[in-house]
């Protein structure tokens, strides 16, 4: 939902964490588990080099 969002480090261990915790349920107030295979797929490695991207 629009002005929604969760702030977390870009390390796997705060990811892993966060997910643990359940953080990001929680902070984006959403019913159910979310699918964090793309924030783990871009901590990995994944896109670094797609529009310039860190």
């Not at 892993?16 to 915790?21: G, L, S």
């Not at 990001?24 to 979310?34: E, I």
Request: contains cysteine; charged residues 30%; positive net charge.
């Amino acid at each position: 939902m629009p002005g929604r969002g969760a702030w977390v480090h870009e390390t796997l261990q705060c990811v892993d964490a966060a997910i643990r915790r359940r953080a990001f349920v929680r902070a984006l107030r959403v019913s159910g588990p979310l699918d964090t295979q793309t924030i783990e797929k871009r901590l990995n490695g994944y896109g670094k080099k797609v529009n310039g991207s860190k």
